[in-house]
């Protein structure tokens, strides 16, 4: 980072101090800006697709028959009401021409296309996946465990009992505190742990890797480190490489969508980006489902990208890399960069949004690198010669990253928590208007799983961070300032920050759940009382109307001469 420069020596006394470098490179990006050569490119096009309404295109001849209207004499004659309506009908034509236009516009310019610096590329060798079970899901882990097998050949090699059995008990507080509960890998895969099982896999997956976790005797962590395979690891970069041309999203009456190259590029990169994410997250919600899979931002994912020339972490971002990483949403927070010694030559981002997509990345961090900085900075034994393949460099960081990704969890649990709180907030007036049968039992299950997990969960989960050998390794990241920020922020301790939230999350929702739940305890009591009201009105009124029916039917059917029915029949015969 240049340095602030002082006054020049021997210049004139009131000479001003120069620019800080942030506003050299601001004075110098305006000085670059050709503004002629804008000029001309915006005339160009306009004379190869000329304006809407000036020729006769199939959507010119609508357009002026409309603006002939609103703007001539008629006008006088038509409600205000139809020419707003006639002034929507000339928005709705616009983006066909405006589409044309971007058809044409040039290749090379980089406002109007996403341009990868020339030798750049991008592989990702892994994704790692968390799922988190608490008391409430227990049952659902166990099911799991026995229906998918993931110990059947491990059966033969060891006695400690199935995976099952070994929940079972570390949750008893007498099993494991981390154990490698099976390998799925896929059938034409040549060399495997030797208890793992073949299965059919989606076509992006090699392997995937499940480890258990046990937090205190209330919280089991299942993670998922999923191997990528050839198609897996090329596919997010075939995307982003990829020449895209400007897109037309037809929204029926409404004005249509028109995004140029640039805007559909990364689009497309950050839509392929959360494919993968969705493909990973759906094996394991399928397979092994807990808190996170009933959620609407789904199990909380991290995913390893090696780039081929650029390095995060040792290079700033320069402008011919802003739009590219920014499509691939691993721009990180734009005010730190996340280092750690546990992940060397690498840099963790938070997965960013730039609004280009409907479905944005949640529940996401990344972890992405130069690789021949991950290659030099992480030579370990056991993992064969170089050069490495970055589904083995991805191995390497394996137990940094799922350390990483565990405390991420956990807060992204209090998050999911609180989100379902202010949901059942919101819409308590609606759900408890009536109190029945089913709408106690619905509260029944409501609380008991909330109140159930949520001091289990502020227990046990204080473990990582009070015990971090209980998740297999430590985790060190620290926030350090954006390289090439002329004034770069005061670094911290990012995973000391995750245990304050956490603390201060679970304090409120702890706090929330007692109010809640007292309140709606009144409310539900009240409620039971109101409809055993309503229900004695209604015997009451039943046993009358049983009452009358009876004196009706003594009357007309009664033993003797005298009844109604008698003198009816006797009246009739005459």
Known sequence: MAEVEGLQ????????????????????RQATVDTQAIHDKVKRIHELVPSIGTR????????????WLITSWP???????????????LNFFIPFNHFERLKVAPLDDPMDNLLIPEGESVKQGGIWIVEFFPPSYYPQLLNALKKNGWDKERNFLRQDGKNAE??????????????RIGTVARPDRGFMPYDAIREMLPEEFEEVELTATQLGQGLTVVTAFVSLSEIGQSSLNDVWTAQHEPTFEWRGFRRAGVQDRRSSAIRATQAERIRLHGVARKWLGRRCGGFFSGTQAGQPIIDFSVFASYDPASDPITPDYRDPIEALAMGGDHLYDYVSPHIPGAVLVPASYTGSIE???????????????????????????????VTTLAAM???????????????????????????ARDMARVNHRKFGTRQIEALRRQLLTTSLD???????????????????DSIQVDAVGRKGDPRPLEGFDLIARFGENREEQFRQLIEQDSDYRDVLSTVASLGASAEDTRLGRRALLVAGVSLVVSLVTLLVTG??????????LEYVQR
């Open 359 to 389: 479905k944005r990345l949640e529940n996401c961090w990344g972890v992405i690198g130069a690789y021949d900085r991950l290659s030099n900075e992480n030579e370990h034994s056991g993992y064969g010669e170089k050069p490495y393949a």
């Open 56 to 67: 006769w295109r199939w959507y010119d001849i609508p357009y002026r028959a409309l603006w």
């Open 559 to 568: 033993p003797g001469d005298d009844s109604l029915w008698s003198q009816l």
């Open 397 to 423: 960081l394996d137990d940094a990253i799922r350390s990483f990704l565990v405390r991420h969890a956990i807060l992204q649990y209090t998050r999911q928590v609180a989100t379902g709180y202010s949901v």
């Open 166 to 179: 070994l929940v079972t008990s570390a949750r008893r507080g007498g099993g494991f505190s981390w154990s």
């Open 454 to 472: 949520l001091p289990v969960m502020a227990r046990d989960s204080a473990e990582v961070w009070n015990k971090p050998w209980v998740s297999s």
């Open 9 to 28: 020596s021997g210049g004139d006394d009131s000479s001003e101090p120069s620019k800080s470098t942030g506003e050299q490179e601001s004075t110098q």
């Open 75 to 89: 006008r006088r004659l038509i409600p205000w009401q139809i020419r707003r309506s006639f002034n929507r009908a």
